[in-house]
């Protein structure tokens, strides 16, 4: 068997590609490109999501204690690429990546226009996780479009999946 000690975490890909939305004290916003998320509990519903502690979104969710995990569907990946690959301290990528957004309905970071699921989040606990945080949240709010998510299972080919690296693949 080959030793997978430094790159572990591939063995638990494919993950779900989102638009990780956040926002500041002073109404300052942020989207980046994020995979790790995990459900943590069904009842109550909770998510944890790890983010980089040098991300610009770490540092807006440790303000506000809140976030918002927007899906997107096939199709979005030039502004996947854009949130994935620079920094919001200084671009405004929802510009860059010519993104519109709309209220939330239970926090106040945004949602992004176009995407097919929403959860909005609230972190209760944040855990010092190595070079990463990772953020204890519950999940107050969840949408779906339908027609991409039947019989509670997402239709294939429609939403980004992430293999590790640059790469991004339907299933």
């Known amino acids: 068997m080959k030793n997978l000690s430094e790159n572990f975490y591939r063995l638990l890909h ?6 990780l939305t956040s926002v500041g004290k002073d109404g300052r916003i942020n989207v980046m490109s994020c995979a790790w998320a995990t459900p943590a509990s069904e009842e109550p519903p909770k998510i944890i999501v790890c983010v980089s502690k040098e991300h610009y979104t770490t540092e807006l969710i440790l303000e506000t204690g809140e976030f918002a995990i927007n899906i997107p569907p096939k199709g979005m990946e030039k502004a996947i690429w854009i949130c994935g690959s620079k920094s919001g301290r200084k671009t405004n990528k929802f510009k860059e990546a010519q993104l519109k957004i709309f209220k939330a309905e239970k926090i106040s970071a945004p949602l992004v226009e ?7 989040c609230k972190v209760v606990s944040t855990i010092d996780a190595g070079e990463c945080y990772a ?15 039947v019989k509670n299972l997402w239709k ?11 790469k991004i693949v339907y299933f």
């Open 14 to 19: 494919p993950k779900i590609v989102f638009l």
């Open 156 to 166: 294939s080919d429609s939403v980004p999946m992430h293999l590790g690296g640059k």
């Open 114 to 120: 176009g995407c097919i699921g929403f959860l909005e």
């Open 135 to 149: 953020f204890l949240a519950d999940v107050l709010n969840c949408k779906v479009e339908e027609k991409y998510f």
